[in-house]
């Protein structure tokens, strides 16, 4: 089993930047992907960028250029550097891991984009 706690998540303004963190503990594979979906009120939960555990990433495209995903494989945490935030950004935003054919989820962090 594998658990995942995110952290960072809160208010900020219009251009601003916040930072999300998720650590996975438990039974981690070597060989994983990690990453962030979000879901706004009312809407699916979208992706928003993945990192495999050799460090290949993919980005939703309305975020990239702004968002940008890292990992610490030694610490099992992905991280979400979020800049020049949008209203439209603002989410639920969930970690996810996906290891040995089966996807975890954490507990979600709000981010809102507000002046």
């Known amino acids: 089993q594998v658990q995942l706690v995110e952290s960072g998540g809160g208010l900020v303004q219009p251009g601003g930047s916040l930072r999300l963190s998720c650590a996975a503990s438990?039974?981690?594979?070597?060989?994983?992907?990690m990453g962030w979906y979000r879901q706004a009120p009312g809407k699916q939960r979208d992706l928003v960028a993945v990192?495999?555990?050799?460090?290949?990433?993919n980005y939703a495209d309305s975020v990239k250029g702004r968002f940008t995903i890292s990992r610490d494989n030694a610490k099992n945490t992905v991280y979400l550097q979020m800049k020049s935030l949008k209203l439209e950004d603002t989410a639920v935003y969930y970690c996810?891991?996906?290891?040995?054919?089966?996807?975890?989820w954490g507990q979600g962090t709000q981010v809102t984009v507000s002046s």
């Open positions: 438990g039974s981690i594979a070597s060989s994983n992907v």
């Open positions: 990192v495999s555990s050799g460090g290949s990433t």
């Open positions: 996810y891991a996906k290891m040995l054919f089966r996807s975890y």
